[in-house]
Protein backbone atom coordinates (compact mmCIF):
# COMPACT_ATOMS: atom_id res chain seq x y z
CA UNK A 1 0.00 0.00 0.00
CA UNK A 2 1.30 3.23 -0.87
CA UNK A 3 0.93 6.51 1.55
CA UNK A 4 -1.11 8.93 -0.19
CA UNK A 5 -0.88 12.98 0.19
CA UNK A 6 -4.13 14.73 -0.54
CA UNK A 7 -6.56 17.19 0.36
CA UNK A 8 -9.58 16.49 1.75
CA UNK A 9 -13.34 17.12 3.29
CA UNK A 10 -13.42 15.39 6.66
CA UNK A 11 -17.26 16.72 7.24
CA UNK A 12 -20.16 18.75 5.27
CA UNK A 13 -19.26 22.10 6.77
CA UNK A 14 -15.66 21.46 7.41
CA UNK A 15 -12.90 23.22 4.69
CA UNK A 16 -10.56 21.28 2.46
CA UNK A 17 -7.35 20.26 4.47
CA UNK A 18 -4.53 17.96 3.84
CA UNK A 19 -5.11 14.31 4.47
CA UNK A 20 -3.08 11.30 4.52
CA UNK A 21 -4.46 7.92 3.38
CA UNK A 22 -3.15 4.87 2.13
CA UNK A 23 -3.50 3.66 -1.31
CA UNK A 24 -4.66 0.04 -2.12
CA UNK A 25 -2.01 -2.10 -3.69
CA UNK A 26 -1.86 -2.26 -7.83
CA UNK A 27 -4.23 -5.22 -9.21
CA UNK A 28 -2.52 -7.07 -11.94
CA UNK A 29 -4.75 -4.88 -14.37
CA UNK A 30 -4.10 -1.80 -12.88
CA UNK A 31 -1.63 1.49 -13.82
CA UNK A 32 -0.18 3.38 -10.66
CA UNK A 33 0.09 7.12 -11.87
CA UNK A 34 1.71 10.18 -10.55
CA UNK A 35 -0.96 13.07 -10.66
CA UNK A 36 0.57 16.29 -12.31
CA UNK A 37 -2.51 18.18 -12.55
CA UNK A 38 -6.45 17.80 -11.42
CA UNK A 39 -9.16 19.68 -12.67
CA UNK A 40 -11.65 21.20 -10.06
CA UNK A 41 -15.00 20.86 -11.20
CA UNK A 42 -18.30 21.91 -9.32
CA UNK A 43 -19.26 18.66 -8.57
CA UNK A 44 -16.45 18.86 -6.56
CA UNK A 45 -18.19 21.09 -4.24
CA UNK A 46 -21.85 19.24 -4.25
CA UNK A 47 -19.15 16.26 -2.78
CA UNK A 48 -17.48 18.43 -0.33
CA UNK A 49 -20.54 20.31 0.99
CA UNK A 50 -23.02 16.92 0.96
CA UNK A 51 -25.12 18.73 -1.24
CA UNK A 52 -26.33 15.65 -2.55
CA UNK A 53 -27.08 13.90 0.68
CA UNK A 54 -24.68 11.04 -0.90
CA UNK A 55 -21.04 12.06 0.84
CA UNK A 56 -18.52 9.63 2.39
CA UNK A 57 -16.54 11.32 4.44
CA UNK A 58 -14.09 11.91 4.32
CA UNK A 59 -13.93 13.06 1.05
CA UNK A 60 -11.04 13.92 -1.68
CA UNK A 61 -12.49 14.95 -4.40
CA UNK A 62 -11.34 15.37 -8.48
CA UNK A 63 -12.14 13.85 -11.43
CA UNK A 64 -10.24 15.54 -14.10
CA UNK A 65 -6.84 13.56 -13.79
CA UNK A 66 -3.46 14.08 -15.88
CA UNK A 67 -0.25 12.35 -14.82
CA UNK A 68 2.21 10.25 -15.95
CA UNK A 69 2.72 6.42 -15.53
CA UNK A 70 4.67 5.02 -12.83
CA UNK A 71 4.31 1.32 -12.60
CA UNK A 72 1.53 -1.39 -14.90
CA UNK A 73 0.27 -4.44 -13.51
CA UNK A 74 1.83 -7.63 -15.52
CA UNK A 75 -2.00 -8.06 -17.85
CA UNK A 76 -1.44 -4.31 -18.66
CA UNK A 77 -1.28 -4.30 -22.39
CA UNK A 78 -1.50 -0.72 -23.94
CA UNK A 79 0.34 1.89 -21.09
CA UNK A 80 4.06 1.56 -19.93
CA UNK A 81 6.36 4.04 -17.24
CA UNK A 82 6.45 7.39 -18.41
CA UNK A 83 2.70 7.74 -20.39
CA UNK A 84 1.07 10.87 -20.38
CA UNK A 85 -2.52 9.82 -19.08
CA UNK A 86 -5.55 10.73 -17.67
CA UNK A 87 -8.33 9.37 -15.22
CA UNK A 88 -11.85 10.86 -15.62
CA UNK A 89 -15.00 10.48 -13.63
CA UNK A 90 -15.13 6.48 -13.27
CA UNK A 91 -13.03 3.97 -12.17
CA UNK A 92 -14.82 0.71 -12.87
CA UNK A 93 -18.01 -0.73 -13.66
CA UNK A 94 -19.66 -4.55 -13.87
CA UNK A 95 -17.68 -4.74 -17.18
CA UNK A 96 -20.22 -7.06 -18.56
CA UNK A 97 -23.41 -5.41 -19.23
CA UNK A 98 -25.13 -4.26 -22.44
CA UNK A 99 -23.79 -0.48 -21.44
CA UNK A 100 -20.26 -1.78 -20.81
CA UNK A 101 -19.78 -3.84 -23.44
CA UNK A 102 -21.36 -1.13 -25.88
CA UNK A 103 -18.33 1.14 -24.34
CA UNK A 104 -21.05 3.01 -22.80
CA UNK A 105 -19.72 2.18 -19.39
CA UNK A 106 -21.45 5.26 -17.45
CA UNK A 107 -24.82 3.94 -17.90
CA UNK A 108 -23.50 0.96 -16.13
CA UNK A 109 -26.62 -1.37 -15.89
CA UNK A 110 -25.13 -1.91 -12.20
CA UNK A 111 -23.84 1.42 -11.65
CA UNK A 112 -19.98 2.74 -12.62
CA UNK A 113 -17.92 3.47 -9.71
CA UNK A 114 -16.85 6.96 -9.24
CA UNK A 115 -12.95 8.38 -9.02
CA UNK A 116 -14.16 9.79 -5.72
CA UNK A 117 -16.99 8.70 -3.28
CA UNK A 118 -17.56 5.20 -5.39
CA UNK A 119 -17.33 1.62 -3.24
CA UNK A 120 -14.29 -0.06 -5.22
CA UNK A 121 -15.87 -3.51 -6.63
CA UNK A 122 -13.20 -5.93 -5.28
CA UNK A 123 -12.63 -4.79 -1.42
CA UNK A 124 -15.50 -2.84 -1.16
CA UNK A 125 -13.41 0.60 0.13
CA UNK A 126 -14.64 4.07 -0.98
CA UNK A 127 -12.56 5.58 -3.64
CA UNK A 128 -10.81 8.82 -3.60
CA UNK A 129 -9.74 11.16 -6.10
CA UNK A 130 -7.41 13.70 -8.22
CA UNK A 131 -6.87 16.08 -5.37
CA UNK A 132 -4.09 13.68 -4.67
CA UNK A 133 -0.43 12.72 -5.22
CA UNK A 134 -1.21 9.32 -7.05
CA UNK A 135 -3.84 7.12 -7.34
CA UNK A 136 -3.92 3.64 -9.20
CA UNK A 137 -6.78 2.77 -11.80
CA UNK A 138 -7.95 -0.54 -14.05
CA UNK A 139 -6.14 0.16 -17.43
CA UNK A 140 -9.49 -0.17 -19.07
CA UNK A 141 -10.45 3.49 -17.18
CA UNK A 142 -7.37 5.08 -18.19
CA UNK A 143 -6.89 7.41 -21.10
CA UNK A 144 -3.73 8.18 -23.48
CA UNK A 145 -3.08 11.90 -23.37
CA UNK A 146 -1.60 12.93 -26.94
CA UNK A 147 1.25 14.55 -27.15
CA UNK A 148 0.16 18.06 -28.57
CA UNK A 149 -2.34 18.89 -25.68
CA UNK A 150 -0.91 20.72 -23.12
CA UNK A 151 -1.35 18.23 -19.88
CA UNK A 152 -2.91 21.09 -17.57
CA UNK A 153 -5.63 22.50 -20.08
CA UNK A 154 -6.29 19.16 -21.02
CA UNK A 155 -7.39 17.80 -17.37
CA UNK A 156 -11.43 19.34 -18.16
CA UNK A 157 -11.38 17.77 -20.82
CA UNK A 158 -11.91 14.77 -18.64
CA UNK A 159 -15.62 15.35 -17.02
CA UNK A 160 -16.25 19.02 -19.02
CA UNK A 161 -15.13 18.43 -22.34
CA UNK A 162 -16.31 14.87 -22.90
CA UNK A 163 -19.88 16.09 -20.97
CA UNK A 164 -20.03 18.10 -23.45
CA UNK A 165 -18.64 16.44 -26.94
CA UNK A 166 -20.43 13.05 -26.13
CA UNK A 167 -23.96 14.45 -26.81
CA UNK A 168 -23.43 16.50 -29.58
CA UNK A 169 -21.94 13.29 -31.11
CA UNK A 170 -24.98 11.24 -29.62
CA UNK A 171 -27.40 13.58 -31.33
CA UNK A 172 -25.71 13.47 -34.18
CA UNK A 173 -24.64 17.57 -34.82
CA UNK A 174 -23.29 17.74 -38.55
CA UNK A 175 -21.62 20.71 -40.32
CA UNK A 176 -24.09 23.42 -41.43
CA UNK A 177 -26.68 22.75 -38.19
CA UNK A 178 -28.01 25.68 -35.92
CA UNK A 179 -26.89 25.06 -31.94
CA UNK A 180 -27.47 27.03 -29.53
CA UNK A 181 -25.84 26.65 -26.18
CA UNK A 182 -27.52 27.51 -22.83
CA UNK A 183 -24.88 28.94 -20.49
CA UNK A 184 -21.12 30.32 -20.45
CA UNK A 185 -19.22 28.63 -17.86
CA UNK A 186 -17.05 25.77 -17.81
CA UNK A 187 -19.24 23.17 -20.09
CA UNK A 188 -20.67 26.05 -22.15
CA UNK A 189 -17.66 27.17 -23.88
CA UNK A 190 -16.49 24.11 -24.72
CA UNK A 191 -19.57 23.07 -26.20
CA UNK A 192 -19.12 26.14 -28.13
CA UNK A 193 -15.78 25.29 -29.55
CA UNK A 194 -16.97 21.52 -30.02
CA UNK A 195 -19.96 22.76 -31.93
CA UNK A 196 -18.09 24.76 -34.29
CA UNK A 197 -15.25 22.01 -34.92
CA UNK A 198 -18.41 20.11 -35.85
CA UNK A 199 -19.19 22.51 -38.52
CA UNK A 200 -22.37 24.03 -36.57
CA UNK A 201 -23.24 27.74 -36.26
CA UNK A 202 -23.03 28.11 -32.64
CA UNK A 203 -25.20 30.58 -30.86
CA UNK A 204 -24.26 31.09 -26.98
CA UNK A 205 -27.49 32.03 -25.04
CA UNK A 206 -26.44 33.81 -21.67
CA UNK A 207 -28.24 36.41 -19.17
CA UNK A 208 -25.14 39.08 -19.18
CA UNK A 209 -24.83 41.34 -21.23
CA UNK A 210 -21.22 41.46 -20.61
CA UNK A 211 -19.92 38.04 -21.85
CA UNK A 212 -20.67 39.07 -25.50
CA UNK A 213 -17.85 40.36 -25.97
CA UNK A 214 -16.27 36.91 -24.27
CA UNK A 215 -18.95 34.65 -25.90
CA UNK A 216 -17.58 35.58 -29.17
CA UNK A 217 -14.04 35.44 -28.40
CA UNK A 218 -14.49 31.79 -27.82
CA UNK A 219 -15.61 31.40 -31.20
CA UNK A 220 -19.51 32.06 -30.82
CA UNK A 221 -20.91 33.06 -34.35
CA UNK A 222 -23.90 34.49 -32.50
CA UNK A 223 -25.13 35.80 -28.98
CA UNK A 224 -28.40 35.72 -27.56
CA UNK A 225 -29.25 37.92 -24.40
CA UNK A 226 -32.42 35.55 -22.75
CA UNK A 227 -33.35 38.05 -20.77
CA UNK A 228 -34.08 40.33 -23.90
CA UNK A 229 -37.55 39.37 -25.16
CA UNK A 230 -36.98 41.02 -28.26
CA UNK A 231 -34.16 38.35 -28.85
CA UNK A 232 -35.74 35.46 -27.60
CA UNK A 233 -38.64 36.49 -30.01
CA UNK A 234 -36.69 36.74 -32.63
CA UNK A 235 -34.37 33.33 -32.20
CA UNK A 236 -37.88 31.39 -32.09
CA UNK A 237 -38.18 27.93 -33.81
CA UNK A 238 -34.39 28.75 -35.30
CA UNK A 239 -32.25 25.73 -34.22
CA UNK A 240 -31.65 22.12 -34.60
CA UNK A 241 -30.14 21.70 -31.22
CA UNK A 242 -30.22 23.53 -27.89
CA UNK A 243 -27.09 22.33 -25.82
CA UNK A 244 -28.23 23.04 -22.17
CA UNK A 245 -25.25 23.55 -19.56
CA UNK A 246 -27.21 25.73 -16.60
CA UNK A 247 -26.89 23.21 -13.58
CA UNK A 248 -29.24 25.29 -11.55
CA UNK A 249 -32.93 24.94 -11.88
CA UNK A 250 -34.12 27.10 -14.90
CA UNK A 251 -37.46 27.95 -17.05
CA UNK A 252 -36.64 25.17 -20.52
CA UNK A 253 -40.12 27.04 -21.59
CA UNK A 254 -38.35 29.79 -23.51
CA UNK A 255 -35.48 27.85 -25.23
CA UNK A 256 -37.87 24.86 -26.44
CA UNK A 257 -39.52 27.51 -28.47
CA UNK A 258 -36.28 28.45 -30.08
CA UNK A 259 -36.38 24.98 -31.53
CA UNK A 260 -37.36 24.22 -34.65
CA UNK A 261 -39.54 21.21 -35.21
CA UNK A 262 -37.82 17.90 -34.53
CA UNK A 263 -34.93 19.78 -32.87
CA UNK A 264 -33.21 18.57 -29.50
CA UNK A 265 -32.66 20.51 -26.31
CA UNK A 266 -30.22 18.31 -24.15
CA UNK A 267 -30.10 18.52 -20.33
CA UNK A 268 -26.19 18.16 -19.29
CA UNK A 269 -26.20 20.30 -16.12
CA UNK A 270 -29.50 20.35 -14.36
CA UNK A 271 -29.80 17.02 -12.30
CA UNK A 272 -32.66 18.70 -10.31
CA UNK A 273 -36.69 18.64 -11.26
CA UNK A 274 -37.46 20.89 -13.78
CA UNK A 275 -38.99 24.50 -12.30
CA UNK A 276 -41.15 25.62 -13.64
CA UNK A 277 -43.35 22.81 -14.80
CA UNK A 278 -42.96 21.79 -19.01
CA UNK A 279 -45.61 23.33 -21.19
CA UNK A 280 -45.68 19.45 -23.29
CA UNK A 281 -47.43 21.52 -25.85
CA UNK A 282 -44.48 22.66 -27.33
CA UNK A 283 -42.49 19.48 -27.22
CA UNK A 284 -45.96 17.57 -28.76
CA UNK A 285 -46.81 20.11 -30.62
CA UNK A 286 -43.25 20.55 -33.19
CA UNK A 287 -41.97 17.14 -32.29
CA UNK A 288 -39.30 18.40 -30.21
CA UNK A 289 -37.27 15.99 -27.93
CA UNK A 290 -35.96 16.80 -24.44
CA UNK A 291 -33.14 14.19 -23.71
CA UNK A 292 -30.27 14.37 -21.58
CA UNK A 293 -26.45 12.86 -21.51
CA UNK A 294 -23.89 11.66 -18.99
CA UNK A 295 -20.35 12.36 -19.70
CA UNK A 296 -19.25 8.95 -21.99
CA UNK A 297 -17.73 5.86 -21.81
CA UNK A 298 -14.21 4.87 -22.26
CA UNK A 299 -13.96 5.43 -25.70
CA UNK A 300 -15.26 8.14 -26.41
CA UNK A 301 -13.52 9.73 -23.76
CA UNK A 302 -10.42 8.79 -25.72
CA UNK A 303 -12.05 9.78 -28.51
CA UNK A 304 -12.83 13.81 -27.39
CA UNK A 305 -9.03 13.54 -26.28
CA UNK A 306 -7.55 12.88 -30.21
CA UNK A 307 -10.32 15.10 -31.59
CA UNK A 308 -8.94 18.29 -29.44
CA UNK A 309 -5.55 17.59 -30.71
CA UNK A 310 -7.17 16.97 -33.98
CA UNK A 311 -8.45 20.73 -33.96
CA UNK A 312 -6.47 22.23 -31.21
CA UNK A 313 -8.63 22.75 -28.20
CA UNK A 314 -7.89 22.82 -24.97
CA UNK A 315 -10.06 24.28 -21.63
CA UNK A 316 -9.53 27.84 -21.07
CA UNK A 317 -8.15 27.37 -17.32
CA UNK A 318 -6.56 28.99 -14.44
CA UNK A 319 -3.98 27.35 -12.91
CA UNK A 320 -4.25 26.81 -8.87
CA UNK A 321 -1.88 26.16 -5.61
CA UNK A 322 -3.92 23.11 -4.02
CA UNK A 323 -3.55 25.63 -0.78
CA UNK A 324 -6.27 28.01 -2.16
CA UNK A 325 -8.76 24.92 -2.84
CA UNK A 326 -10.86 26.81 -0.19
CA UNK A 327 -10.83 30.23 -1.78
CA UNK A 328 -11.23 28.88 -5.33
CA UNK A 329 -14.40 27.13 -4.69
CA UNK A 330 -15.57 30.23 -2.90
CA UNK A 331 -14.85 31.99 -6.46
CA UNK A 332 -16.82 28.93 -8.36
CA UNK A 333 -19.93 29.79 -6.65
CA UNK A 334 -19.58 32.79 -7.86
CA UNK A 335 -19.10 32.09 -11.64
CA UNK A 336 -15.38 34.00 -11.06
CA UNK A 337 -13.16 31.74 -12.81
CA UNK A 338 -12.77 31.42 -16.76
CA UNK A 339 -13.21 28.92 -16.96
CA UNK A 340 -12.15 25.72 -15.35
CA UNK A 341 -9.44 25.13 -12.19
CA UNK A 342 -6.92 23.14 -12.67
CA UNK A 343 -4.69 22.29 -9.53
CA UNK A 344 -1.02 22.24 -10.46
CA UNK A 345 -0.25 19.06 -8.50
CA UNK A 346 3.61 20.29 -7.50
CA UNK A 347 2.13 22.64 -4.99
CA UNK A 348 0.75 19.72 -2.68
Known amino acids: MANTQAYAAKSADSKLAPFSFDRRDPRPDDVSIDIDYCGVCHTDIHFAQNDWGVTEFPVVPGHEIIGHVTAVGPEVKN ?12 VDSCRSCAACESGLE ?17 DGSITYGGYSDKVVVSERFVVRVPEK ?22 YGVKAGDRVGVIGMGGLG ?35 VISTDRAQMKAARE ?40 LQAGALVGKRRVLGGSLIGGMPETQEVLDFCAEHGITCDVEMLDIRNINE ?17 MKTL
Open 328 to 344: AYERMKKGDVKYRFVID
Open 106 to 122: QYCLEGMTGTYNGEDRH
Open 79 to 90: YKVGDTVGVGCM
Open 149 to 170: LDPASAAPILCAGITTYSPLRH
Open 189 to 223: HMGVKFAKALGAEVTIFTRSESKVAEAKKQGADHV
Open 238 to 277: SFDFMLDTVPVQHDLNPYLSCLKFDGTHILVGLLDPVEPP
